[in-house]
């Protein structure tokens, strides 16, 4: 167990649909890190999070947004779902985006029909 | 741009024998980090091992080695005497010294622990 939880586990929705993916980072982690996992685009990094601020961002789309809250989780935001948003989102923590070492959620199985 | 390339889609290999990943990377930065990551059937990334690029000597955790030739940028990952357990992807990462602290993964490789 990394220590960092990750809800919900799975999620079916529909194509259209707006939903939402809930992380809570190792206890003290101040730096979030989103990537999503599909079977094309393997494992691409999305956004990281340090004590509340954008630090950094990749391939993340418009219509997905992310935030960090006062009580370090963090939330990805996906909406207007397609077919091709259907992936394994994965969060990870450190304590400082210096630390070498992130530690990984068992991520969010996403399925949008 | 940083990119990671896993050349072996898949690698199979008998218990108790030694299997090598290959892994080659492409950057311009000279100081950065190296990752091998383990992805099993629960899904959990799981660090293997971590190697600097300003160490010379190569990474080694139990039964798992690597052999860094930065010249080349290259990072294989040997594992010794193999287990069932080790059974998993493999991921190979890379990650810049300073700035942003994102990681770049390969597209993995699946490996078979024939029993």
């Known amino acids: 167990d990394s220590g960092v939880t990750q809800t919900p586990k799975h999620l079916i929705t529909a194509t259209g649909q707006r939903v939402t993916l809930r992380c809570s980072p190792r206890?003290?982690?101040?730096?979030v890190y989103w990537y999503q996992q599909s079977l094309d685009q393997g494992l691409q990094f999305l956004i990281q999070?340090?004590?509340?601020?954008?630090?950094a961002k990749g391939n993340i789309l418009e219509r997905f947004s992310a935030q960090q809250f006062p009580d370090l989780h963090s939330e990805l935001n996906l909406s207007s779902l397609e077919l091709g948003d259907s992936a394994l989102y994965f969060c990870?923590?450190?304590?400082?985006?210096?630390?070498?070492?992130?530690?990984f959620g068992q991520g969010t199985r996403l399925t949008v029909v | 741009a940083q990119t990671v390339t896993q050349s072996q889609p898949e690698m199979s290999v008998q218990e108790a024998e030694t299997v090598t990943l290959s892994c080659t990377y492409d950057?311009?930065?000279?100081?950065?980090?190296l990752f091998w990551y383990k992805q099993p059937p629960s899904r959990q990334m799981i660090l293997v091992i971590r190697?600097?690029?300003?160490?010379?000597q190569n990474a080694t955790e139990n039964r798992f080695s690597v052999n860094f030739q930065k010249a080349a940028k290259s990072f294989s990952l040997k594992i010794s005497d193999s287990q069932l357990g080790d059974a998993a992807m493999y991921f190979c990462?890379?990650?810049?010294?300073?700035?942003?602290?994102?990681?770049?993964f390969g597209q993995g490789t699946r490996l078979t622990i024939n029993p």
């Open positions: 990870a923590s450190n304590p400082d985006p210096r630390n070498t070492e992130a530690f």
């Open positions: 999070y340090y004590n509340g601020e954008e630090r």
């Open positions: 190697q600097e690029a300003y160490k010379q």
């Open positions: 950057t311009s930065e000279s100081d950065y980090y």
């Open positions: 206890s003290g982690d101040l730096s």
């Open positions: 990462a890379y990650r810049i010294f300073q700035g942003a602290q994102k990681l770049v």
